[in-house]
């Protein structure tokens, strides 16, 4: 669990996603939520994260393979999925 533990985690992604909602194109809080979601292990929501940055920032994830943040979701099946979908 993370410091401060699910009740700071909780806090943490109702304030990221309420920045989302009052400001779509801030890109901070979009990856406060990757972060927290690779942290947490919940490959799922990053993979669903990083659909979101692609669509609403417009932005192109690279290649995630080398960066060690990314080394628990490289490995999952939601990685697996979200790479075969780009």
Known sequence: MMEGGAKALA????????????????AKPYWGLVTL???TRDFDQTAA?????EQ?????IGD???????AGFVKSDA???WKESH
């Open 11 to 26: 806090a943490a992604k109702v304030s990221y996603q309420r920045s989302i909602d009052t400001e779509p194109t801030l």
């Open 56 to 60: 609403k920032l417009h932005l192109k």
């Open 79 to 81: 990685y697996s999925k």
């Open 37 to 39: 979601s690779l942290k």
């Open 64 to 70: 995630l393979e080398a960066i060690p943040l990314y």
């Open 49 to 53: 994260m990083l659909d979101q940055i």
